[in-house]
Each structure stands twice: as structure tokens, then as C-alpha cells.
């Protein structure tokens, strides 16, 4: 039992460190996004 437990907290270890991997490209990804759509009403 307790080998079921550790592999799923290592399982859920991964999954948390690739939500907040993908947040960051999310956000990369809207602030360029920002970035661009602001920069054509000033061209």
C-alpha cells in the first residue's frame, strides 16, 4: 500500500510541476499576444 501511495504523490509531483510549465507558456503566449495587439494601434 504505502508503494501505491509514493507513486502517486510522485505521479501528482509531475503533474503539478507541468501545470505550472504550462501556465508559464500560457501566459508567455497572452502577454506577446497583448504586446502585438496594443503595438497595432500605435503603428
Avoid: P
Wanted: proline share 0%; charged share 10%.
Amino acid at each position: 500500500m504505502q508503494i501505491i501511495q509514493n507513486g502517486y504523490s510522485g505521479v501528482s509531483l509531475l503533474v503539478d510541476l507541468n501545470r505550472d510549465r504550462l501556465f508559464t507558456i500560457a501566459m508567455i503566449a497572452v502577454a506577446l499576444g497583448a504586446g502585438g495587439w496594443l503595438g497595432s494601434f500605435m503603428s
